[in-house]
């Protein structure tokens, strides 16, 4: 406890003073700034975004009131747990401690009068360097100025991927209040990609020293995952590792971009596999997206599932796009033979049947749709 009493008094330290004077009036603007834009952001769309989720349901009820008696709305119905307000407390609070230590680092005075980070071995900043002494016999100034400057880079480094995440967050916030995703998880993948963005700059600062700080740093907190796909792709090359199947990816479905697949990440569904599965209730509720575009997803994942990623990329260029289509093509008098049906061994008996299918059929009948 008193090391963390400890922490904390050094962190008050370096805070900037709450009333601007010549010297500071710029460093407290940004402090303050810094700290508050995205907790107040966040803050202010959770509020709003409440608001309205509740009528969508009593919209898509009047529209469509066979809906009610479905297989899939009643196990919704029966196991829905709403976000309560309460339920966004703990996000936001880490979000803002986090955000906090952040903007401390970022704006707090110089470490030194020089402006440059000490000799001493921080190993987040030294990384590889770290091994090299910091003083004794065949140590010379330069040396330790050239270490003091790499430590210091690292650090820059760290702002400009909190900076970027800052510009990805308020991107991000703002996306999801329009569309009406605003989830307590949402605020906690907020939180652990800061984390993510700052650990991932400074690994690529350490690998890649010649390259620009404030490219390394404000790319990687725009573009976290780019940096984690570099680092995967070095390390695979390096222990002569096989890529990663990417058979069931959720970007093989028509519609659904990296945003999405961010967005359906947040509720549990990582790949085609969890969405041919899904209960397209839940995601209705918990997203801004018409249930007529769900259930399309839905039906195109249980035809990736069933075909494989060859056949089922065959199946779409010939405009077979769901296992809806599989079904009217082979009710037909005479149907015709579905590009790659060798080797996905589709049938006239493989799909009915199926708990997912029938359930997701009832849904689709009830908006609209016809099936034989």
């Known amino acids: 406890m008193d090391r963390i009493l400890t922490g904390l008094n050094v962190m008050l330290g370096l805070m900037p003073g709450l009333r601007a004077t010549a010297d500071n009036s710029l460093q407290v603007v940004a402090f303050w700034l810094l700290l508050l834009v995205v907790p107040l952001f966040s803050l202010l769309a959770v509020v709003g975004v409440r608001t309205l989720v509740a009528n969508r349901q009593k919209a898509l009820d009047a529209c469509y009131p066979d809906l009610a008696g479905s297989t899939y709305r009643r196990l919704f119905d029966g196991s829905r747990v709403k976000a309560r307000p309460f339920d966004y407390v703990a996000p936001l609070l880490f979000l803002f401690a986090l955000n906090f230590f952040l903007v401390v680092i970022l704006v707090a005075d110089a470490p030194t009068p020089e402006g440059l980070v000490d000799a001493k071995h921080y190993l987040m900043l030294c990384g590889p360097r770290c091994i090299l002494p910091a003083q004794g016999e065949g140590v010379t100034p330069a040396d330790v100025l050239a270490f003091r400057q790499y430590q210091t880079g690292t650090l820059v480094v760290v702002g400009f991927a909190f900076l970027g995440w800052i510009c990805w967050a308020l991107v991000t916030i703002f996306d999801r209040s329009t569309s009406l995703q605003i989830l307590p998880s949402t605020f906690r993948k907020i939180t652990i990609r800061l984390a993510l963005a700052v650990l991932v700059a400074v690994t690529l600062r350490h690998g890649l020293p010649d390259v620009s700080v404030a490219l390394i740093g404000f790319g990687v907190g725009m573009f976290p995952q780019r940096g984690i796909a570099w680092l995967e792709g070095a390390f695979n090359r390096l222990i002569q590792a096989e890529q990663r199947s990417e058979a069931f990816a959720l970007e093989l479905v028509q519609g659904i971009s990296r945003g999405v697949t961010f967005r359906l990440q947040e509720v549990g569904i990582d790949d085609a596999v969890d969405l ?97």
């Open 276 to 372: 041919a599965h899904a209960n397209p209730f839940l995601l209705y509720d918990s997203s801004g997206y018409q249930m007529s575009e769900i259930v399309d997803w839905i039906a195109q994942a249980q035809l990736l599932v069933l075909a494989q990623s060859e056949a089922f990329q065959a199946l779409q260029r010939d405009g077979i796009r769901t296992v809806f289509d599989v079904m009217r093509r082979l009710a037909g008098p005479s149907p015709g033979p579905l590009p790659g049906t060798p080797a996905a061994g589709l049938t006239r008996d493989l799909i009915p049947g199926r708990p997912e299918y029938e359930r997701l059929a009832e849904v689709y009948r009830a908006i609209g749709g016809t099936l034989p």
